[in-house]
C-alpha cells in the first residue's frame, strides 16, 4: 500500500507539474499491477478508477479548459492503459479463484475416486448432480463386534480404531475403481461402476473385497504383537439397478446410490455372521463375474443356494466364498493373472 501511494503521487505532480512530451500517466499501469498483487478484486477496481481519475484531474490542472490534441491523445493512451490493465487484472484473478475451486473440488472427489477416474470427471461437463440411473455393482463392508468393542474400550481407542479400518477399507475401494458412497463408523458403502459404467466393474467390486480382507489380516497380525484382539469384516456384494443423484438439504448435501440393489447388498452383509462367511456375494455377482471374463473368480465360490434375506420375501441365490484367508488369497491371484491374460490378449487382438 505504501508503494503504491507513492507511486501514485510521484506519477501524479511528474504528469501534473512536469512539461514532457510523454503520456506520464501511462506509468499508473504500475500501480494496477502492484494492487493486483492482493488478489482482492476491489482494490484493484478502486487503484483502476482512482488512476484514471487523476489522469483525467491531472490534464485539467495543466491545460485549464484548452485541450491540444497531443495532450487529448496523451490522455487518452494512458486511460486506455489503465483500463486494459486493470481488465486483465481482474481477470486474471478469477482465473486463480477458479483454480482454486477447482483444485478443491478435485480433492473432495479424491475422497471418494479413484485418481483416473477424477480425471475424468474434471475433463467431463457432465455435472455429478446429474441424477443416473444405470447398473452397478454395490459393496457393503461392516465391522462384525464393533458394539461389543465399543462398549469396553474409551472414545479416543473407538475413534483410533475406526480412523484405521476406515482408511483401509477406503483405500482398498479406490485402488480398484470404486466410488465411496458414504462411511458408516463401522463400514462403508461404495458402487463401481458409478459414475461412467466399466467393463469389469464387478471384477473390480470382488477384488476390491479380497483385498480389503487381506489387508484386515495384515492388521490383525499388528493388532495381536501389541496385545489387541483380531477383528472381523464382513462384505457383501449384489449387482443391478441404482439411481445416483444428490439428497440431502439445501445446508448440506451429498452425492449417494439408492436403489433396491443397494438395499440387498446391506442385507447380504448381515447375512455374513449368520452364515459364517466374510464375503457373500448375489447370483447377480457371479453372473456378472462371468460375463465379464473372471470365470476363475467366480468358480472360487461356493453355491449356498436360495437364502432368505430380513425384511424381504422373495429369496436369493447367495455365493461365498470357499475355504479360509489362504484360499482366497490363491483366488485372489488366479483373478489377476486371469486379467493379466485378458489385457495381454486384447492387445494382441487389437494389434
Known amino acids: 500500500m ?3 501511494i507513492c507511486l501514485i503521487a510521484a506519477i501524479f505532480a511528474v504528469d501534473t507539474f512536469v512539461h514532457i512530451e510523454f503520456a506520464v500517466a501511462v506509468l499508473y499501469v504500475g500501480v494496477v499491477l502492484i494492487s493486483a498483487m492482493s488478489r482482492d478484486k476491489s482494490t484493484v477496481i478502486l487503484a483502476g478508477v482512482g488512476c484514471s481519475a487523476l489522469t483525467v484531474l491531472s490534464l485539467v490542472l495543466v491545460h485549464r479548459i484548452m485541450f491540444p490534441d497531443a495532450a487529448i491523445l496523451r490522455a487518452f493512451m494512458s486511460l486506455a492503459a489503465s483500463g486494459i490493465t486493470t481488465s486483465l487484472s481482474l481477470r486474471n484473478i478469477s482465473t486463480r479463484e477458479r483454480l482454486v ?3 478443491l473440488q478435485r480433492k473432495n472427489l479424491a475422497r471418494f475416486f479413484s485418481p483416473q477416474l477424477v480425471d475424468e470427471l474434471a475433463a467431463t461437463d457432465t455435472a455429478l448432480s446429474v441424477y443416473r440411473n444405470q447398473r452397478a455393482a454395490v459393496l457393503f463392508a461392516d465391522m462384525v463386534g464393533f458394539t461389543d468393542y465399543a462398549s469396553s474400550r474409551s472414545p479416543e481407542e473407538v475413534i483410533t480404531l475406526l480412523r484405521d479400518l476406515q482408511s483401509i ?29 466399466g467393463t469389469h466393474d464387478v471384477t473390480d467390486a470382488v477384488r476390491c473385497a479380497l483385498e480389503m480382507i487381506s489387508a484386515v489380516e495384515r492388521w490383525n497380525r499388528q493388532r495381536i504383537r501389541v496385545g489387541e484382539q483380531p477383528l472381523r469384516v464382513a462384505i457383501g456384494i449384489h449387482h443391478g439397478q441404482v ?7 439445501k445446508s448440506r448435501l451429498e452425492l449417494t446410490v439408492v436403489g433396491d440393489t443397494v438395499n440387498v447388498a446391506s442385507r447380504v452383509e448381515s447375512l455374513c455372521r449368520e452364515l459364517h462367511f466374510d464375503l457373500l456375494v448375489t447370483g ?5 463375474l462371468s460375463a465379464e ?3 476363475a473368480l467366480a468358480k472360487s465360490f461356493i453355491d ?12 436369493i441365490r447367495l455365493s461365498g466364498l470357499q475355504g479360509g484367508l489362504e484360499e482366497q488369497r490363491y483366488a ?3 483373478l489377476l493373472i486371469h486379467s493379466r491374460n485378458l489385457t495381454f490378449n486384447d492387445g494382441l487382438s487389437r494389434g
Not at 284 to 288: C, F, G, H, S
Not at 304 to 315: N, V
Request: glycine fraction near 16%; proline fraction near 2%; charge should be negative.
Open 284 to 288: 447377480a455377482v457371479i453372473a456378472e
Open 243 to 249: 439411481v445416483q443423484g444428490e439428497v440431502g438439504s
Open 2 to 4: 505504501l508503494v503504491s
Open 169 to 197: 477399507l477406503g483405500d482398498r475401494v479406490i485402488a480398484n475403481n470404486g466410488m465411496i458412497d458414504k462411511f458408516l463408523g463401522d463400514g462403508l458403502i461404495a458402487a463401481f461402476g458409478l459414475p461412467n459404467a
Open 101 to 103: 475451486v477447482i483444485e
Open 304 to 315: 449356498l443356494g436360495f437364502q432368505t434375506l430380513r425384511g424381504r420375501t422373495a429369496r
Open 332 to 334: 485372489h491371484d488366479r
Open 293 to 295: 471374463g473372471s470365470v
